[in-house]
């Protein structure tokens, strides 16, 4: 039920562009109209009528980021209320993270978002990729994504855990956004072994269970080499998944590395 609803969400926005592009404005319309009458637009995620101003792909409850906040330009960390959002927060001043630039949707602690990458993490829904991977490339400034210089890089999931999950959420996410935006994905890190999930242990444990745990894959430095380089991966926890990562691009000669992702751990930050 859920996911014909999630079909016919998807399907009611695509051919009307197509359609009106092809057979002009005013028979397009109609057709569109029909289209919408057969299989009205749905919330991509649970099925329900969209919610007024969503562009037909959320209701209500599932809406991403209700709520906008000022970020810091390095690590999108939530600032206070009196600075104006690109500046830089505190923990990015004491430490600054090993990435020039994070994208988020919004923190983890959205509900809608939360919703969003629960079913996609352990529900097996990756239909909801074109969605999310179509609200990724509206966050991201668009000369960002536009340099033929640029590469997206997925954060490797270890053999084992895309075994359990079934799909690998990082690297459907960056197949998707290159999809969409044109930019070339590349496979450039493999993880050298299984790491604990990031979540309880502390900063410095976390910084200890992620080290020496990603590796370059040789035949990708000429890609990865001069240019600039986006990580892609679902949730940012602690930032030292994503840092570790980074490290390893620099390595193979990336002149500027930054991370795509869904949420950010509103706790996250300065490299923590
Ligand atoms: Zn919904
Ligand atoms: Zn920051």
Not at 55 to 67: L, Y
Not at 136 to 146: D, I, K, R, S, Y
Not at 187 to 216: C, D, I, K, M, Y
Request: with cysteine; charged share 25%.
């Amino acid at each position: 039920m859920q996911r014909t609803g999630q079909r016919t969400g998807q399907r009611a926005t695509a051919p009307q562009v197509e359609f009106g592009a092809r057979i002009g404005r005013p028979i397009g319309a109609l057709v569109a109209s029909c289209i919408d009458l057969l299989y009205p637009p749905a919330c991509h995620l649970c099925g329900e009528p969209p919610a007024p101003g969503s562009a037909g792909w959320s209701c209500a409850a599932c809406r991403i980021g209700e709520a906008p906040h000022q970020r810091c330009g390095r690590c999108a960390a939530r600032l206070p209320e009196v600075l104006p959002d690109g500046a830089t927060c505190a923990a990015c001043r004491r430490r600054p993270l090993a990435l020039d630039r994070v994208i988020a949707l919004a923190d983890y602690s959205d509900p809608g978002l939360r919703k969003w990458i629960l079913a996609l993490k352990h529900g097996g829904r990756a239909d909801l990729l074109p969605t999310l991977a179509t609200q990724l490339a509206v966050a991201c400034p668009p000369e960002h994504l536009t340099d033929r210089d640029t590469r997206l890089v997925p954060v490797p999931l270890h053999p084992l855990r895309k075994f359990e999950r079934g799909h690998d959420q990082a690297a459907g996410l960056a197949r998707e956004l290159s999809r969409q935006t044109g930019v070339p994905v590349r496979q450039a890190l493999r993880r050298t072994r299984a790491t604990l999930a990031q979540g309880s242990p502390g900063a410095r444990s976390r910084r200890a269970n992620v080290a020496g745990a990603f590796a370059e894959i040789v035949e990708e430095r000429r890609q990865i080499h001069g240019r600039r380089v986006w990580l892609v991966d679902d949730v940012l926890t602690s930032g030292s998944t994503l840092e570790a990562c980074a490290r390893v691009v620099r390595r193979m000669g990336a002149r500027r590395v930054g991370a795509i992702v869904l949420a950010r751990a509103a706790s996250a930050g300065g490299g923590s």
